[in-house]
Every structure is written in structure tokens, then in C-alpha cells.
């Protein structure tokens, strides 16, 4: 197992990145992020093994913790440094109670454009494209959607909040990690570049002209989905095939999330894409 540092002082320089964490923002700076919580460590462990786009550089545990997720420690080399807190310095580092005992912070370790991540992806894809999410929760949710349906990419464009957000990335239990994304341009250079690698795109509306269930396959699909209150502009929806999701009356559209999941099922179901669908 990676070596185990005991932590005695909350202001021990070894874990400044780590202080403060409810109020601090570390996506803002050098691609640095905090995963919070085991299920998000086993990914950000998975992730490193690849290499290719997020590393681990430290981890902090409660003194407790540290038996039962000894086999993902194990997963990650030596050099990353595991410290270990009881409750109370724990909790005086975090600047609240950290029931859940487990931090790493991690490091994207390169970035890629939506042209070049699209240029990557096999022949039959399905790629989510969002714009204008600004609700943690909602990017969180929108990738663990699209890992549960087995998508291929995310592309976010610059208005997007970051999904490496500490609250986003816990929300997507760690698919953040696990899906390819891009979180860059506007929405005009994503639909360009979707375009150019001749993708079917359906943008999601309550007033689409085909009910979701009626889209017809194609081996590249792209969805997208609009803010959480007005959704995609006019502007985008005039140069769209847009699909809706049927629903009850009474109630104008669904969240941001909610719509993505739904869409991202059924398209998944007409790809082929579930195995016990």
C-alpha cells in the first residue's frame, strides 16, 4: 500500500490544498479538482491508471477509513502521498464535518478541442452536447446519464459550469472521470464540429417535431440540451432536427438533467447500445 502520513495539525502545509474545501474552488486553477467520497476515489484511481487525462496527486483520509479502502490505495503508485486525520483535525481542515472521511485532489493532465475528441471516437458513437448548464447538480447528473447509457463523449461549451466542481464531480459518482469531455467554445463551434464529423444532432425541446421515440438511427448520434430554464435559443432550434419527450400535461418542460437521461435512453435502446434492453 501507497505509504500512510498521520496529519496532527490542521495547518500542516503538506495539506493546505484540502482547507477550506466547501468554499474553495480548485477547478479554477491549473485543472486541480477535489474527489470526495469512495466511490469517487475508486474512479479517480481508475482514471490515473490510464494516465491519460487525470492524475491523483494526494489523498486525505479520516484514520478510520484507511482499512476499507485499502484496495483502492493500492491501485495508486507510491508517490502519491496518502495523509490520515482523526475526526476533529479532519474536520477543522475541511471546515465542516466530513462524514463520508475521504479526499483526494487530483489534476487534469491535458485538455483536448470538441474536433479533436470527435475525431477519436469509433464509427458508431453517441455524444452529449450541453449548453449553458449552470447548475452543478444538473452537469453532475448529466454525466452520470451519460456513463449509465454508455455515450461516448460530453462536449460542454464554455458557458457551462465546470464539471471538475467538487459538488459536480460526487453528483456524477465519479463519471466526470470516466466519460471523455470537452468544456470549451460555443455552442456555433460544437454543432460545427459535430457537423464536420456528419452527425445526426437532435436538439431536445418540449416542441420538437418528433416524439424521441420516433427518431430514427443513425451510426453518429449527438444530443443536446439547452439551459435549465429556457433551453436551447431559437436561433439553435431553427437549424436543429429537435425531438421532445412526452409528457403529462400541465407541466412545461423537465430539467436540464431529467430530459437528458430520458433522451439518452431511448437513443441508447435504438443503437443497440443496453445489453438487456
Given at each position: 500500500?501507497?505509504?500512510?502520513?498521520?496529519?496532527?495539525?490542521?495547518?500542516?502545509?503538506?495539506?493546505?490544498?484540502?482547507?477550506?474545501?466547501?468554499?474553495?474552488?480548485?477547478?479554477?486553477?491549473?485543472?486541480?479538482?477535489?474527489?470526495?467520497?469512495?466511490?469517487?476515489?475508486?474512479?479517480?484511481?481508475?482514471?490515473?491508471?490510464?494516465?491519460?487525462?487525470?492524475?491523483?496527486?494526494?489523498?486525505?483520509?479520516?484514520?478510520?477509513?484507511?482499512?476499507?479502502?485499502?484496495?483502492?490505495?493500492?491501485?495508486?503508485?507510491?508517490?502519491?502521498?496518502?495523509?490520515?486525520?482523526?475526526?476533529?483535525?479532519?474536520?477543522?481542515?475541511?471546515?465542516?464535518?466530513?462524514?463520508?472521511?475521504?479526499?483526494?485532489?487530483?489534476?487534469?493532465?491535458?485538455?483536448?478541442?470538441?474536433?479533436?475528441?470527435?475525431?477519436?471516437?469509433?464509427?458508431?458513437?453517441?455524444?452529449?452536447?450541453?449548453?449553458?448548464?449552470?447548475?452543478?447538480?444538473?452537469?453532475?447528473?448529466?454525466?452520470?446519464?451519460?456513463?449509465?447509457?454508455?455515450?461516448?463523449?460530453?462536449?460542454?461549451?464554455?458557458a457551462c459550469c465546470d464539471p471538475l466542481y467538487?459538488?459536480?464531480?460526487?453528483?456524477?459518482?465519479?463519471?466526470?472521470?470516466?466519460?471523455?469531455?470537452?468544456?470549451?467554445?460555443?455552442?456555433?463551434?460544437?454543432?460545427?464540429?459535430?457537423?464536420?464529423?456528419?452527425?445526426?444532432?437532435?436538439?431536445?425541446?418540449?416542441?420538437?417535431?418528433?416524439?424521441?421515440?420516433?427518431?430514427?438511427?443513425?451510426?453518429?448520434?449527438?444530443?443536446?440540451?439547452?439551459?435549465?430554464?429556457?433551453?436551447?435559443?431559437?436561433?439553435?432550434?431553427?437549424?436543429?432536427?429537435?425531438?421532445?419527450?412526452?409528457?403529462?400535461?400541465?407541466?412545461?418542460?423537465?430539467?436540464?438533467?431529467?430530459?437528458?437521461?430520458?433522451?439518452?435512453?431511448?437513443?441508447?435502446?435504438?443503437?443497440?447500445?443496453?445489453?438487456?434492453?
Open positions: 500500500m501507497t505509504n500512510v502520513i498521520r496529519i496532527e495539525d490542521a495547518d500542516d502545509p503538506r495539506i493546505a490544498e484540502f482547507v477550506g474545501v466547501r468554499e474553495r474552488d480548485l477547478t479554477r486553477g491549473e485543472g486541480r479538482f477535489i474527489a470526495e467520497g469512495t466511490v469517487v476515489l475508486r474512479m479517480l484511481a481508475a482514471a490515473h491508471d490510464r494516465g491519460d487525462q487525470f492524475l491523483a496527486e494526494k489523498i486525505l483520509l479520516l484514520e478510520n477509513r484507511v482499512e476499507g479502502v485499502s484496495e483502492i490505495l493500492a491501485q495508486f503508485p507510491p508517490e502519491v502521498p496518502v495523509y490520515v486525520a482523526s475526526s476533529d483535525v479532519l474536520d477543522r481542515i475541511a471546515g465542516f464535518h466530513l462524514h463520508r472521511g475521504v479526499l483526494a485532489l487530483g489534476r487534469r493532465v491535458s485538455a483536448r478541442t470538441s474536433s479533436e475528441l470527435l475525431a477519436g471516437l469509433p464509427q458508431e458513437a453517441l455524444v452529449v452536447a450541453a449548453f449553458g448548464i449552470s447548475n452543478h447538480d444538473n452537469i453532475g447528473s448529466i454525466f452520470r446519464n451519460a456513463a449509465a447509457f454508455g455515450a461516448d463523449a460530453v462536449l460542454l461549451d464554455d467538487r459538488k459536480a464531480l460526487r453528483v456524477s459518482v465519479g463519471a466526470v472521470l470516466a466519460v471523455p469531455y470537452v468544456r470549451a467554445g460555443s455552442m456555433t463551434d460544437i454543432l460545427t464540429a459535430l457537423s464536420a464529423q456528419e452527425y445526426a444532432i437532435w436538439g431536445l425541446s418540449p416542441g420538437g417535431e418528433l416524439e424521441i421515440s420516433q427518431v430514427p438511427g443513425h451510426p453518429r448520434m449527438a444530443l443536446v440540451t439547452g439551459t435549465e430554464g429556457e433551453g436551447l435559443p431559437a436561433s439553435v432550434l431553427s437549424v436543429l432536427q429537435t425531438a421532445r419527450i412526452a409528457q403529462a400535461p400541465g407541466l412545461d418542460s423537465l430539467n436540464a438533467a431529467t430530459a437528458t437521461g430520458i433522451a439518452l435512453y431511448t437513443i441508447a435502446r435504438i443503437q443497440g447500445r443496453l445489453k438487456n434492453a
